[in-house]
């Protein structure tokens, strides 16, 4: 008899459709819903079950994982007009898994509790991009009552390396903020420093061969490399993805003035305006080359 709670994945875009993969690998049963519904169709020979609703995909479900895109898609899919609150079990636990911003994030804890106060609503995202979450190596930066949420424990060690737990919920956001700022800034030096390395004759490779074994050798640079030396940027994160995660750090920065931060957000954005959103972040090389 499978004890595993059944899971219901709303969103099934690069990271969604990651982790109703390794959940069917693990053998719990899920359901998922997509807007696109073609997203989720080659899953379905792996027992996946597609709805063609949120509210089709969250009934029957003790968890529900929801990775979508922006903070508008996903309040109108959870606490919206037509949204799953109504529909979901009583006890559900609905994990809020994108980056949406601290005020979302804060109205939709606030929006379920008044509706529902027997489900338990966790914000958390995640530190890691597609081919880390293809192989279950993200770490999940979780946040909300975990006294309530025991459920949720085998389905994030089904997708994830481990998680980590900050609080009430919105920590995880917020350390989710922290973490793209610096992500976002160390892509954006690394662009920057193979342009200069290529001005001086040198290639991306020996860049990184100066880099490895070294402590600057992180090996999320060495993919980025590699793309930039493929002229390949299939996306792991969307260049216009970033951008609005870079956007929600200087919303909540408070008096910080970020001044890196915000001359970064202000090229990506031309980056994006160019027609390069859809691809990955380290697209902005290519972008800074051609402004030569």
């Known amino acids: 008899m499978n004890t595993l709670p059944v899971v219901a994945v709303l969103g099934l875009g ?9 959940l069917l690998k693990k053998g719990f049963t899920v359901r998922g819903w997509n807007r696109t519904r073609r997203r989720g169709e080659d899953l379905a020979a792996a027992g996946l079950m597609l709805c ?3 509210n089709e995909a969250v009934t029957g479900a003790a968890v ?8 508008a898609v996903t309040e109108a899919v959870i606490t919206g007009p037509q949204g799953i609150v109504p529909a ?6 609905i994990a809020q898994m994108g980056t949406i911003g601290l005020d979302a994030t804060d109205r939709l804890a606030g929006a379920i509790t008044a509706a529902r106060a027997d489900i338990v609503f966790l914000d958390a995202p995640v530190s890691g991009t597609k081919a880390p979450a293809e192989n279950a190596l993200i770490t999940v930066l979780a946040s909300g009552d975990r006294s309530r949420a025991a459920a949720i424990e085998p389905v994030f060690g089904a997708i994830a390396k481990g998680t980590k737990w900050f609080g009430g919920a919105g920590g995880g956001s917020r350390m989710k903020l922290v973490v793209n700022a610096w992500l976002i800034s160390m892509v954006q030096g690394m662009s920057e420093s193979v342009q200069l390395a290529q001005e001086l004759g040198f290639s991306p490779a020996d860049f990184w061969d100066v880099l490895d074994g070294g402590p600057l050798a992180a090996p999320y640079v060495k ?17 216009a993805l970033a951008l609005k995660d870079a956007n929600l750090a200087l919303d909540a920065a408070g ?3 970020m001044p890196g931060l915000r001359a970064i957000a202000d090229i990506w954005r031309r980056a994006v305006d160019a027609g ?3 691809q990955d972040i380290a697209v902005v090389y290519r972008y800074l080359s051609r402004g030569k």
């Open 14 to 22: 690069a990271m969604g459709h990651a982790f109703a993969a390794n």
């Open 64 to 71: 529900v994982l929801v990775m979508l895109p922006d903070a």
């Open 276 to 278: 390069l959103g859809e």
């Open 223 to 239: 993919n980025k490399l590699e793309m930039i030396k493929a002229d390949n940027y299939e996306p792991q994160m969307q260049l």
């Open 88 to 93: 979901l079990d009583r006890g559900a636990i």
């Open 255 to 257: 008096t910080s003035q």
């Open 52 to 54: 063609d609703t949120p």
